[in-house]
């Protein structure tokens, strides 16, 4: 095989690694600055020598920061682009562009404007994206600056003469017929429209009014999102609103996992029955066809001091492992799952102690799984060293055949070395964001070995963009 090609199907990897992972935030080993510096040169060396693999990464499971990030360089860059370049990364960049929350696609839009970023295409997709957006009134209420910013970048009039006033004249109408353009008006003065308004619109109104917390998040609680509810679930119990308790059933797996991590050790025991509960449900629509599928499968997860992160992500190390241990328990037949720690209980789980990763292979290998999958950071220090060469024995003298498919999946991008440490040459590691990506990730990790290059990795990418892009194909 060329080495050219070894080469970019290794580059390739190491960014979509890093696209997965970083987020330009402080981690435990690496502040915010290293992080960005990285980050940022991973992005302008890849649009400079693989552009249509650059762009194709946005088909992958990468997250938000990471999308914004190709699609904004990738707008700015446009002369660069050939023809057919130009229409696939079009369709690719509205697509994933649709995926952002609207929040980030209005942050992404302002720094398109303060770059001066504003050619043709640029324009259409922002034009494209706000007319697709399910209710704009909602949008000028809750986002409205972002939205005001979008419509003047793209050049855009209003679509109504009532939300064009709203937007730049507010004071030009004694009242509005569209009825939350209508509310948000009514609440400057009637503390009734507080509570027919957004979550985040109405806590500010609320403040104005002195409306008491409680009482608030009571009345309020229809309105709230999933994520709202489970980010005030804790202060709501505190503070006796149960209107605004959610069933937690129906939560993702990796965020209920880091709800539960940031509860105290004695609240999970006493709500061990609905915390385990919530989790396995999470699990299962995670799992979803393929769940029992995986034979034997004995993962070793990291559990040591460094998966506490940062103030910026905090325990969120930790939350991937803990989802990953009960996805793992779905997917599998049968499951063995070994904790750095040594501890037995994972819902108690929390940061502690050293990573001794090489002597929990040695035990998870003794189980002889159909898969071993490991969960760390890679920072393997208790002998340093020693998980390497467990997986090197392993791999050479033991299973030359690679009877146990072996994978290593890490939540923490390493500045220093442009991507996530690596447990050994001889076993795939990829980079995980959240633990409902694994199936997909574990297919991407086979090409992190070199027996793969890139025409096979192209081939990977043709297929995932045409799963990704099927939804608006469809739709048009």
């Known amino acids: 095989m060329p080495t050219e090609g070894l080469i970019a199907a290794e580059d390739v990897l190491l960014f979509a690694n890093a696209a997965i992972t970083a987020t330009s935030q402080r981690e435990f080993h690496s502040d915010a600055d290293e992080q960005r510096l990285s980050l940022d040169f991973l992005h302008a060396y890849m649009l400079g020598n693989y552009r249509d693999l650059y762009a194709a990464v946005l088909a992958l499971d990468i997250n938000d920061h990471n999308a914004a990030l190709i699609i904004r360089h990738l707008l700015a860059t446009s002369r660069e682009a050939t023809e057919q370049q130009r229409r696939t990364e079009g369709l690719l960049i509205a697509s994933r562009f649709a995926l952002l929350p609207p929040q980030r696609g209005y942050a992404l839009v302002a ?3 303060k770059a001066k ?3 043709r295409r640029t324009r259409a997709i922002v034009r494209d994206w706000l007319a697709a957006r399910p209710d704009l009134a909602f949008d000028a209420v809750k986002y409205r600056t972002g939205v005001k910013t979008a419509m003047r970048h793209a050049h855009l009039p209003a679509p109504d003469a009532e939300l064009g006033d709203f937007l730049f004249r507010p004071r030009a109408r004694a009242r509005f017929t569209a009825p939350l353009l209508e509310t948000w008006r009514r609440a400057h003065y009637e503390q009734a429209a507080v509570f027919e308004l957004p979550f985040t619109v109405a806590e500010g109104f609320a403040a104005r009014h002195g409306i008491a917390r409680t009482a608030f998040l009571d009345r309020i609680a229809p309105r709230m999102t999933r994520g709202e509810r489970l980010r005030l679930q804790e202060s709501a119990r505190e503070r006796g609103a149960t209107a605004v308790l959610a069933d937690l059933t129906g939560m993702p797996l990796t965020r209920l996992a880091g709800y539960v991590l940031g509860l105290p050790p004695d609240t999970r025991v006493a ?3 609905e915390l385990t509960g919530a989790l396995r449900a999470a699990a299962r629509r995670a799992a979803g066809p393929e769940a029992g599928t995986w034979g ?3 993962a070793v997860l990291d559990d040591s001091f460094s998966t506490h992160a940062s103030a910026q992500k905090r325990r969120r190390p930790l939350a991937v492992a803990l989802a990953t241990h009960f996805l793992l328990d779905s997917l599998a037949g049968t499951y063995t799952a070994l904790w750095t720690s040594g501890r037995r209980d994972a819902l108690l789980a929390q940061p502690y ?3 001794p990763l090489g002597e929990r292979l040695v035990d998870a290998l003794e189980t002889r799984p159909d898969r071993l999958v490991v969960v760390s950071d890679g920072w393997d220090n208790a002998p340093p060293g ?4 467990v997986l090197r024995v392993w791999r050479e003298r033991l299973d030359p055949d690679g009877r146990v498919a072996v994978v290593h999946l890490n939540p ?3 500045a220093d070395s442009f991507d996530v440490r690596r447990l050994s040459p001889a076993v795939p590691t990829a980079g995980i964001r959240d633990a409902e990506d694994l199936p997909s990730l574990v297919g991407l990790a086979r090409f992190a070995t070199g027996r793969s ?4 990795l192209r081939a990977h990418l043709d297929t995932r963009i045409a799963a990704f892009l099927a939804p608006a194909g469809a739709a048009r």
């Open 353 to 355: 102690g050293a990573t």
């Open 271 to 273: 709500r061990r029955a």
């Open 453 to 456: 290059g890139l025409p096979e």
């Open 117 to 119: 970023v504003n050619n």
């Open 111 to 113: 720094e398109l404007r």
């Open 386 to 389: 020693m998980a390497a060469e």
């Open 296 to 298: 034997r499968v004995t």
């Open 412 to 414: 923490v991008y390493d």
